[in-house]
Every structure is written in C-alpha cells, then in structure tokens.
C-alpha cells in the first residue's frame, strides 16, 4: 500500500514542480482566450450588421433608444477607447484618447452610411483584437481608472469582451423584431 502511494506521489510531485502554478497559467492564456472570444463575437455582430439593410439601420425600438446604426457605432466606438484607456492608443482619424469620452461620443454620432459603419466596426474590432494581444502581460495587475472606477488592466480587458457580448444580445433582439434571422442561426431560426 505504501508503495502505491509513493508511486502515486512521486510523480505528482514531479509535475507540480515543472508546471506553471494554475494562476500562472491562467493568466497566461487569458489575453488569447480574450481575443478568440471576440472574434467570435466580432463574426456575429459583424454578420447582423450585413445582413440588415440600409433601411433597418434607422429603425431604433423607442423614441431615445439607439437606433441599430448608432449601436454599431457605439460598439465601434468602445472598441477604440476601451484599448486607449488602457494605454493602447486608437488611432488618430478616430480622435479618441484613453482620458476623454466626448470624443467617443462624437465619434458615435457620425453620420455614415451602412457600409461605411460596417468598416468601422471591423476595423474598430481590428483594432481591440490587436491591443489586447500586444498587452504586456506584466501590466495585467497595473491599476486604471476610467469613469471614476478603479480597474485593472486584466479587468479591463474582461469588461471590453463582455461589452461586445452585452451588445450582441441587443442586436439579435433588434434583428429578429426587424425580421432579420441572424446568420449563424438561419437553419434554426
């Protein structure tokens, strides 16, 4: 019995010695995990928003409420500040910055038509893919404040793939009541 144990324990103790402590590994897997997720999410939001029409672009489900247009701008435009927050600058043609939210603000009220907001949304999708996988994973515990909030930059990267989430739930909404069946669900409908 006890040399079953020790065999047991014996190699145990060998791959607890040579493998990363699972927090380690975790956070070392975490930013690829993040940005996978979002390309998926970046594969749908991106798909409603083609399969809309110009028209349905106006369409908004309340008077004050964004119209469908103006949520792919809204995410578009989150997806330049939430990097540039973090020290990942957008770039300049946005007029974003990490410290200032009326230009995100100013940027989501432009006025473009359908494939012009497409661009910008896979490009703004570019964009947040590219600096979370740049991010050093030694900032990952460095401190941010952003709308009077304190975060870290590894919060803050999980709060910019839960927002793209929170919108894609607000678009499938948005595309059903238009009649518009998402595409990655048009066998089940």
């Known amino acids: 019995m006890l040399r079953t144990i020790r065999s047991l324990v014996a190699p145990a103790a060998l ?3 040579i493998t990363p402590p699972l927090h380690a590994q975790a956070a070392g897997s975490l930013t690829a995990d993040l940005v996978k997720d979002l390309s998926q999410v970046e594969s749908k939001l991106v798909g409603l928003a083609k399969a809309m029409t110009a028209d349905q672009y106006k369409w908004r489900p309340g008077e004050g409420v964004r119209s469908v247009g103006e949520v792919f701008m809204h ?3 989150d997806n330049y500040f939430l990097p540039a ?3 990942m600058a957008a770039p300049a043609s946005t007029g974003i910055t990490g410290g ?3 230009a995100v ?3 989501e009220k432009q006025q473009l038509d359908r494939d012009a907001i497409i661009d910008q949304l896979e490009s703004s999708f570019a964009h947040l893919k590219k600096s979370l996988g740049e991010m050093p994973r030694e900032r990952m515990r460095e401190s941010v404040s952003v709308f009077g909030q304190d975060f870290t930059i590894r919060e803050f990267m999980i709060l910019a793939t839960t927002h793209v989430h929170e919108h894609l739930g607000q678009m499938i909404a948005y595309a059903r009541t238009n009649g518009v069946v998402p595409p990655w669900s048009a066998g089940g409908n």
Request: aromatic share 14%; proline share 0%.
């Open 100 to 102: 200032e939210y009326t």
């Open 85 to 87: 927050a973090m020290g």
């Open 15 to 17: 791959v607890m010695m």
């Open 75 to 77: 995410v578009a435009a």
């Open 105 to 107: 603000m100013a940027f």
